[in-house]
T-cell receptor, first 114, second 109 residues
Framework: IAGITQAPTSQILAAGRRMTLRCTQD?????MYWYRQDLGLGLRLIHY???????GKGEVPDGYSVSRANTDDFPLTLASAVPSQTSVYFC?????????????FGPGTRLTVL | GQNIDQPTEMTATEGAIVQINCTYQ??????LFWYQQHAGEAPTFLSY??LDGLEEKGRFSSFLSRSKGYSYLLLKELQMKDSASYLC??????????WGAGTKLIIKP
């Protein structure tokens, strides 16, 4: 692995179903982030994590949850998907949160909720 | 409020120069990033400015004026592979990133 990987690449999901998007990084970065990207809008932060064991809410956290059991993995869970959660989801990492460090992005997961 | 404004789309010719402008309103200011995003791919870092002035990096340069809340990305000797969206991103005093919607740059032969 080099950088950040995300799985699945794309998914079509029925409304009301539970879904976990996976994210793994091998750069030993402390900080990790989940964003969603919608047409005509800037990236919006969903949740972030400063370090293993801690998480925080971003700009649009409702309907999503995260966990950070270790440094490498930062899964995003939709407990009960709704059509408004149709989006492209990007996981990112940086050496530190609360700094000007560059964020590195995974390839994204394209999620469609019907 | 916090806001980023950049043009939605621009068109330029291969070999030419293009300037993508960005204005920002940010609570406090900890710098301005530019990211490149090819269609269907992840954003990748291009530049970071925190002081006024021009920073040159190969064919790409980025300019910042803090007093005017203004930045631009200058791309020289355009190549077809430069067709992408360019995202202007400011960082506020809490180190939160405010992302612009991006400028889609179309390069024509």
């Amino acid at each position: 692995i080099a950088g950040i990987t995300q799985a699945p690449t794309s998914q079509i999901l029925a409304a009301g179903r539970r879904m976990t998007l996976r994210c793994t990084q091998d750069m030993r970065h402390n900080a990790m982030y989940w964003y969603r990207q919608d047409l005509g809008l800037g990236l919006r932060l969903i949740h972030y994590s400063n370090t293993a064991g801690t998480t925080g809410k971003g700009e649009v956290p409702d309907g999503y949850s995260v966990s950070r059991a270790n440094t490498d993995d930062f899964p995003l869970t939709l407990a009960s998907a709704v059509p408004s959660q149709t989006s492209v989801y990007f996981c990112a990492s940086s050496d530190r949160v609360g700094s000007t460090d560059t964020q590195y992005f995974g390839p994204g997961t394209r999620l469609t909720v019907l | 409020g916090q806001n980023i404004d950049q043009p939605t789309e621009m068109t330029a010719t291969e070999g030419a120069i293009v300037q993508i402008n960005c204005t920002y309103q940010t609570s406090g200011f900890n710098g301005l990033f530019w990211y490149q995003q090819h269609a269907g791919e992840a954003p990748t870092f291009l530049s970071y400015n925190v002081l006024d002035g021009l920073e040159e990096k190969g064919r790409f340069s980025s300019f910042l004026s803090r007093s005017k809340g203004y930045s631009y990305l200058l791309l020289k000797e355009l190549q077809m592979k430069d067709s992408a969206s360019y995202l202007c991103v400011s960082m506020d005093s809490n180190y939160q990133l405010i992302w612009g919607a991006g400028t889609k740059l179309i390069i024509k032969p």
